[in-house]
């Protein structure tokens, strides 16, 4: 196998739910190999998630591909003692627990950095290990409403809606994955380690929000939501098809005029309403009130393929079963399966990134709870099977 | 200074908008030399995006700051030789022009890899490089479409919403960064560097929609927008107080007796209704209308003291002004100033992961246009004055 850019980084995997375990599926998807702690029975929460098939969840599957899975008791002592052995053998340890709840474990940063003393070590939390809010407990939604995100979402004049996705745990996952890429680079350099703290908060205000509030810096303008429209250009909005809908933007004069000459009501380009960007603007309303029966009466399709040949921006608002057969994401190989031992083989989407050292894969393996626990144990603890069969003899279910 | 994981590395960077100039910010961040190519007289479109401050906007500065701006007309033969010459000098080239763009200006990977071979080239665009959608023109809105996203985000049984911020751009510009570092881990190992591809909608549909996909290849179900509504789980909502809103989330049935012990309103948990996780899912619509009056009694400010102090979960509904002053956020070192020549200084977001590596920097500039063009053309090019006034004699104000 070809050698990616995280092959020989051994990452030990405690996260549940979605920040932390969307991180590592990243850094495996880049070589590193994940060993994922779950607790005895239950395993990672997600597991049961609905919808299940054959009680796995579609959730920890397509989250959890290609990670193996081990199970210990963390508040167990000779588990415990386990967990110290398999850190001092990684690279990275990633936690998304509570602050706090690693030191109440006795497993703190301080600990593994004394039998491992390179260890990159990330904490993924809601607000920080730092800071009044610290101890909060923290889901998506709430990180949503927290940074501002709602508050700019949602229709104009209308109350706040959240992401239909957990937004706050990818992003924060994402931004685990810079900082382990970094720390890995600065290890390379230095021979040192480092602590890692992530937060979702921060992770949202410092992506997805940071436009916002510069705008509202420099100008003193608070941002509402704006449903669909653009806040200085126009068309810039979703339309009905004759069978479906679309969103159709023109950000320029040039853009505008093609799009009616395709339409065949060059007479609205000519209207002085509407003949140029500002003045566009100004008339919204009265373009979209003009454009709509116009539209109304094309194909999603033959708009499509009207406005790609000339050019000009638009998508189809796909529903989710359109995206999984969407060809173009077909043709990039973002639409791949997955299979597990319980729910069987079922499509999922790839990594994103198309670049040489992390070439495509379409199959992937999630593992079934503890599927890993003897041969990681064996391979890098040196265990014999007695002793195995010992350690978890209270665990049989 | 200090060295970062990325210091060292220099970056040729020709995007404009936002996926690119997202991506290169965190190079930046991360201890990259960003030079950042810009047209003459123009510059990146969005230094005149509203809002403004004398002619530059909030939206190039904050997304800027920390980088090099050096004027260069790509259409002109001698312009395009000290592109070149830089690029020999670079070891990352960014760009995010519509894809053949580079291939048409006579700048493709092939021609720049001839030049530097080792060169590590990242093109991020809507739909990537490849594939039937590849000469589409791509505005955030039009993949948050094609993504999927609108068509899960807004009221429940209402219209798709995109998100209020540019999602697409972000997420992109995220897996840029994600890209380059793996790109620099892999060139350490094997001394080559590679050609990049991301796109917008892989980007989006392999992170924020992933889960949706596995779900709806699983289950076979056609998520729908649900407004802040969770999919399992009640209540789990948005809630108005006294003199403000904030999300209420209690996934457990601890956590629902806790809050209702909180709220002075045990009855609630005991009626059998609302009993157990299941019952309280099945009748939310029911418990939503028993908690609205009793929540709209409490301040804001009372219900988060009294839920953090409980362990529960919950976020104010923050506006950005909000956000802007918010504790945690100052506490982290979140919101930060930036300066630029003309606009003057004035606050935005930082760089939000914490770690030794890439410590906190609490004030930044953003370059004028063309503020580096001498110095960058001396230093690195060992141009002479007279030169440079000669190439650049034609582009003068």
New interface residues.
Partial sequence: MD????SGIRVLDLTQF?SGP?CTL?LAD?GAEVIKVERPHMGDSTRT?????DGT???Y???NRGKKSVVLDLKAPAHKELFLRLAAECDVVVENFKPGTMQRLGLSYETLREIRPDLIYLAISG???????R?????D???????????????KD??????????AD??A???G???V??????R???G?G??????M???M???????????????G????????R???SAP?Q?FSTRDG???V?C?TNAQFKSLMEGLGHLEVYEDPMFHDTEERYANKNALSDVLSPIIAEWSTQEMAEMM?KR??????????????K????Q??D??IE?EEAH?GR?????????????PTQKLYRAPALGEDTESVLRDLLEMGQEQIDELYMAYRD
Avoid at 313 to 323: K, L, P, R
Wanted: hydrophobic share 45%.
């Fill in positions: 050698k990616k850019p995280l979605l969307f990243t880049l998630d609905i919808p299940t098939k969840s579609a959730m599957i397509s989250c607000y920080g290990q730092t800071g009044p809010y101890s909060r407990g923290a889901l939604i709430a990180i949503q409403a927290m940074s501002g995100f709602m508050s700019i979402t949602g229709e209308g109350k706040p809606i959240k992401s239909g996705a957990s937004l990818v992003v996952g994402l931004y994955v810079i900082s890429l970094s720390a890995v680079i600065w390379g350099q230095t040192k480092q602590y890692i703290d992530v937060s908060l921060d992770a205000v410092g992506s997805v929000m940071q436009n916002a509030i510069g705008r509202y810096s420099l100008s303008v608070v941002p509402h939501p704006q449903g669909n653009h806040p200085a810039f979703e809908s679309l969103v933007c950000p790609e050019g000009l921006s638009f998508g189809e608002i796909n529903t989710v079963d359109a995206v999984a969407n060809v173009q994401l043709a990039r973002m639409i997955v729910a079922f499509t999922t989407a790839g990594f994103p990134v198309k670049m040489e050292c992390a």
